[in-house]
Structures are given as structure tokens and as C-alpha cells.
């Protein structure tokens, strides 16, 4: 019989998988096992009971967590961010979709064992999102749940399934069965904005321009931002993008009203982000240099989230205010990175 509780995080190494790894050994029992197609660095593989270093469209990679482990939940974090996707849709296809697919085959095989549901994290983005026209992103707002579900993005496409998916495996699995399903698993997930860490500059998402902008004025280095200086979409702290996954996971099944649910702090243009990092960093400058095509991509996303529903069901509310995320997590922490 498995005996050791645990916690399965898929894309490991990425930013929001580092962030999470430090909270998870910080804060939690479980043991953390850490999955990604690059090995981990020392001293987050330290952290983690076991490392699977493997691609998550194969079956085999899954196949490899221990058997000691009881799976109390899946991170379902690995994926192609929206630029890169762009540039190769059939294989984010096969990592965005196959590979959740086969971390809900996973999560599944794990529920029966237990006897147990398996808790499946999903972030899920602002990508899933396509507003038709600019004058539609302006006159919309903040924009809920069920608007605008038509991404023009592969990434987008793959994420809004992927959200179907896991409602699907949760709710209605083998519905026309004759013997018993497995417990199954609790899917839930998270529409995140853009993420702003302290800590990794981003690369493949088409949100990266702020993160970039900061990493690149901390070292007094000359940034071209790739949309206008107007542009206007949702962001967060990387901080309470990790509260978030983490609250969604505790909260109480029964207070759930949906699968889905959208989280958002702040959204800063370009220009008005640039006037606290330039502030802080003087020798630096921002010019803008739009890229036709992912400005294009920018402006199908809404320029507010609507995330009334969470803070409803789960009480999410953010720590972080776009000043006081400067002031208390940016600012401090890319000093001492770049010192
Ligand atoms: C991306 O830009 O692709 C991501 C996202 C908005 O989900 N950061």
C-alpha cells in the first residue's frame, strides 16, 4: 500500500512550478514529486522526494512515480505558452492536450488505488479568452467566465479545452458504464493573467513584456517593448498566483459553484509600469518596437478579468496591488538578484 502523501507537479521547471515546489516543502506535509522534460536544478531537486525527468505525452513518464507515493493531488502546470505554440501548433497540441490528458489518465489510475479522489490543479489562462476587436476589449471591461470563449490562439484553444477535459473526467467520466467508475478526481482550475516573478524572466508567453521590461531595467539595459505603450491586459505577483492555486486546492468542494474560475490583480499599460520601473531604475530606458502579430494576439484578450465568482466561492483576493508588488516583492528582490 502506498503510504506517503503526496503531490505530482508536471512542468516543474517552470516559473510557476519553482514558486510552487518552495511553498509546497515550506508549508506542507506532502512530499513533493517534480516532473519536467529538463532536469532540475540542485537545490529545488533537493527540495522534492523524487525528480522525473521525461516528456509528459508519454505514458511512461507517469508510469515512473513511485508506488510508495499516495497521490493526494496533481499540478498540472506543464505547457507551451502562447508564442511558442504559435510557432509550433501541432506540438503544442500534443503537450497542451495530450500531455493533460495524460495527467488526468494518471490522476485517475491514483484514485482507484487510493480509493480516494485525486485534487487536479489546472491553470488555465486569459488566452482562452478571444475578444473579437479593440473597440469590443474596451467597451467590455472586466470580462467574466463565460464571454468571449473563442481563443485565436492554439494555446488558447488547447487551454479552453483542457478546461472541458477536466470537467469532463470529473464529472462525467464513462457515464455510460456498467461497472463502477474509480472515485476520480477534483478538477479544478484557474484562468490566470499574466504573471510578474521576481525571481525568472518568462519566454514563450506573449504576456512577457512587463517581466521583461523589469528583468531588463534591473540590469540597466535598454528595453524595445514588443506591443504598444497602451496596451491593457490583467496581471498578478507571482506570489499570489501561488496563493491562488494553493486556496483553489483548500477550498471546500461544496462552496464550488463551477470548474473555472478567473483570478486577477492589476492591469498597467506598458507606459504606466514603465514609470515605476524607470523611477527605480534610472540608467535604463523603454522605447516600443509593437510586433504586428502578438500585438494582435494581446488584443484579443481582455484588458480586465472579472474574478467576482472567487472571490465568492473561495474567498480569493489578492495581497499584491501593483504598487505594493513593486515596492515589496519586485523592487527588493531584483536588486539583490542583479546586484
Ligand atoms: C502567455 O503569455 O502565453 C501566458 C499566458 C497569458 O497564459 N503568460
Given at each position: 500500500?502506498?503510504?506517503?502523501?503526496?503531490?505530482?507537479?508536471?512542468?516543474?521547471?517552470?516559473?510557476?512550478?519553482?514558486?510552487?515546489?518552495?511553498?509546497?516543502?515550506?508549508?506542507?506535509?506532502?512530499?513533493?514529486?517534480?516532473?519536467?522534460?529538463?532536469?532540475?536544478?540542485?537545490?529545488?531537486?533537493?527540495?522534492?522526494?523524487?525528480?522525473?525527468?521525461?516528456?509528459?505525452?508519454?505514458?511512461?513518464?507517469?508510469?515512473?512515480?513511485?508506488?510508495?507515493f499516495d497521490v493526494r493531488a496533481v499540478y498540472h502546470l506543464a505547457a507551451m505558452l502562447s508564442t511558442s505554440s504559435e510557432k509550433q501548433p501541432e506540438r503544442a497540441q500534443s503537450v497542451n492536450v495530450?500531455?493533460?490528458?495524460?495527467?488526468?489518465?494518471?490522476?485517475?489510475?491514483?484514485?482507484?488505488?487510493?480509493?480516494?479522489?485525486?485534487?487536479?490543479?489546472?491553470?488555465?489562462?486569459?488566452?482562452?479568452?478571444?475578444?473579437?476587436?479593440?473597440?469590443?476589449?474596451?467597451?467590455?471591461?472586466?470580462?467574466?467566465?463565460?464571454?468571449?470563449?473563442?481563443?485565436?490562439?492554439?494555446?488558447?484553444?488547447?487551454?479552453?479545452?483542457?478546461?472541458?477535459?477536466?470537467?469532463?473526467?470529473?464529472?462525467?467520466?464513462?457515464?455510460?458504464?456498467?461497472?463502477?467508475?474509480?472515485?476520480?478526481?477534483?478538477?479544478?482550475?484557474?484562468?490566470?493573467?499574466?504573471?510578474?516573478?521576481?525571481?525568472t524572466v518568462p519566454s514563450g508567453g506573449t504576456s512577457d513584456y512587463l517581466p521583461e521590461m523589469l528583468h531588463a531595467a534591473a540590469q540597466s539595459k535598454d528595453y524595445a517593448c514588443f506591443v504598444r505603450a497602451d496596451t491593457r491586459i490583467?496581471?498578478?505577483?507571482?506570489?499570489?498566483?501561488?496563493?491562488?492555486?494553493?486556496?483553489?486546492?483548500?477550498?471546500?468542494?461544496?462552496?464550488?459553484?463551477?470548474?473555472?474560475?478567473?483570478?486577477?490583480?492589476?492591469?498597467?499599460?506598458?507606459?504606466?509600469?514603465?514609470?515605476?520601473?524607470?523611477?527605480?531604475?534610472?540608467?535604463?530606458?523603454?522605447?516600443?518596437?509593437?510586433?504586428?502579430?502578438?500585438?494582435?494576439?494581446?488584443?484579443?484578450?481582455?484588458?480586465?478579468?472579472?474574478?467576482?465568482?472567487?472571490?465568492?466561492?473561495?474567498?480569493?483576493?489578492?495581497?499584491?496591488?501593483?504598487?505594493?508588488?513593486?515596492?515589496?516583492?519586485?523592487?527588493?528582490?531584483?536588486?539583490?538578484?542583479?546586484?
Open positions: 500500500m502506498p503510504s506517503q502523501s503526496a503531490v505530482v507537479i508536471t512542468g516543474a521547471n517552470g516559473e510557476i512550478g519553482h514558486a510552487l515546489i518552495e511553498r509546497l516543502t515550506e508549508h506542507s506535509r506532502d512530499a513533493v514529486i517534480a516532473m519536467d522534460l529538463r532536469d532540475l536544478d540542485a537545490s529545488m531537486a533537493r527540495r522534492c522526494a523524487q525528480v522525473v525527468v521525461g516528456d509528459v505525452t508519454d505514458a511512461a513518464t507517469f508510469e515512473r512515480v513511485g508506488e510508495q495530450d500531455g493533460t490528458l495524460r495527467a488526468l489518465t494518471f490522476a485517475m489510475s491514483r484514485s482507484a488505488r487510493r480509493g480516494e479522489r485525486v485534487s487536479f490543479l489546472f491553470p488555465s489562462s486569459i488566452a482562452a479568452y478571444g475578444v473579437p476587436s479593440l473597440d469590443e476589449k474596451r467597451r467590455a471591461g472586466a470580462v467574466d467566465e463565460s464571454q468571449f470563449n473563442t481563443p485565436t490562439t492554439m494555446y488558447g484553444v488547447n487551454k479552453l479545452y483542457g478546461e472541458h477535459l477536466g470537467r469532463y473526467y470529473a464529472r462525467h467520466y464513462r457515464q455510460l458504464a456498467q461497472e463502477p467508475n474509480p472515485p476520480g478526481i477534483d478538477f479544478r482550475s484557474i484562468r490566470f493573467p499574466g504573471i510578474i516573478s521576481a525571481f490583467p496581471f498578478m505577483a507571482m506570489p499570489d498566483a501561488v496563493d491562488a492555486l494553493l486556496g483553489l486546492a483548500a477550498a471546500d468542494a461544496s462552496k464550488l459553484s463551477s470548474v473555472v474560475y478567473n483570478v486577477t490583480a492589476f492591469n498597467p499599460s506598458p507606459e504606466e509600469f514603465s514609470r515605476f520601473v524607470l523611477r527605480a531604475f534610472p540608467k535604463a530606458s523603454v522605447s516600443y518596437a509593437p510586433h504586428a502579430k502578438r500585438q494582435g494576439i494581446v488584443d484579443t484578450w481582455p484588458e480586465q478579468l472579472d474574478d467576482s465568482l472567487a472571490r465568492k466561492d473561495w474567498s480569493w483576493s489578492p495581497k499584491y496591488s501593483l504598487e505594493r508588488m513593486i515596492e515589496e516583492y519586485l523592487l527588493p528582490n531584483v536588486r539583490k538578484r542583479y546586484a
